[in-house]
């Protein structure tokens, strides 16, 4: 009877319903800090990771296995102690599991080159839709409603949208401040992200974020072939961007995420004639044309 119960429990847990979306890995980098006391950066990095996985940033009731996976690099260039002041990178990855595999495929990999924040150790980072109460809790309340949105939008065609509606609320709500980072007119920063995201002008990047991740990835255990078409129908799908904007943001989101595991899909496996897909690839993404040669 006691292992039953025990059983039970172990089943419940594993299976239980967790208030948070998010299952981040922080990383704060204060090698460029010449200074004794580093505790300042551990204290940062915990109060981070805190905000990000035990807040709820949607109404699902969300499993274990459903949290979702990143990791947020934060490289600090600057520190002022006097001031509370810090400034810096900050990497942002977010990756989503294959479906019959136990591979994880990236989903966002952003670098946000303009971060400034003000922290004082041990202050509470408190999220709500409708107050930043600092810098820092704005920017993180923007990356985990992105991430949750991009990866809404692999499962489900523009599923996405409640959680960029948020990620925008949140730069409109930070519009008064100085930060770069939310400011209309500046390239690749958030205000750019978010607007290009939820731009009509650009869904065709949602759509192929949803056909390559279920018409394509989530298919290669079964079918290889299928996947292989799947994958190259979203790259279609995503040249009609090019279209309307050359090298547009969304169109190198996309590529930061993808480049090289489309040179490993398309590089080995059943066969595929990639000559058209190496062509569309060559126009509409040329940075990486090395790694399209390679297919």
């Keep these: 009877m006691l292992n039953r119960i025990v059983l039970f429990f172990t089943l419940f847990i594993g299976f239980s319903c967790f208030s948070q979306e998010l299952n981040a890995t922080v990383t704060v980098n204060s090698d460029k800090i010449q200074q004794t006391n580093k505790q300042i950066f551990n204290t940062l990095q915990n109060a981070i990771r805190d905000f990000l996985n035990n807040n709820r ?6 499993k274990r296995n459903e949290l979702i996976d990143c990791n947020l690099l934060l490289i600090i260039n600057t520190y002022d102690p006097n001031q509370n002041s810090f400034s810096g990178t900050l990497q942002v990855q977010s990756s989503r599991p294959v479906f019959q595999s136990s591979y994880g495929t990236t989903v966002l990999n952003f670098n946000d080159r303009n971060i400034n924040f003000q ?3 041990f202050e509470p ?17 923007f990356y985990a409603n992105m991430i949750i949105g991009l990866d809404s939008d692999t499962f489900g065609l523009m599923e996405g949208t409640a959680n960029y509606q948020k990620a925008s609320n949140v730069v409109a709500m930070m519009q008064q401040g100085s930060d770069k980072g939310w400011v209309m007119g500046e390239a690749n920063n958030r205000f750019a992200l978010v607007n290009d995201v939820l731009s009509n002008s ?10 390559y991740h279920i018409k394509g990835l989530d298919l290669m ?3 290889p072939d299928k996947a292989k078409a799947g994958i190259a129908s979203a790259i279609s799908t995503l040249s009609n961007i090019h279209r309307v904007r050359s090298n547009a943001l969304p169109t190198r989101i996309f590529f930061d995420a993808k480049a090289t595991e489309i040179q490993n899909i398309f590089s080995g496996g059943p066969a595929y004639d990639p000559s058209q897909l190496i062509e569309t690839l060559t126009k509409i993404n040329p940075t990486n044309a090395g790694k399209w040669n390679r297919m």
């Design 57 to 62: 940033f949607t109404n699902l009731n969300t």
């Design 202 to 211: 650009f869904e065709p990047y949602r759509q192929a974020l949803y056909e």
């Design 221 to 223: 255990s079964q079918s």
């Design 125 to 141: 980072l408190t999220y709500s839709e409708n107050a930043i109460s600092s810098n820092l809790v704005g920017i993180l309340s």
């Design 119 to 121: 922290y004082i150790e």
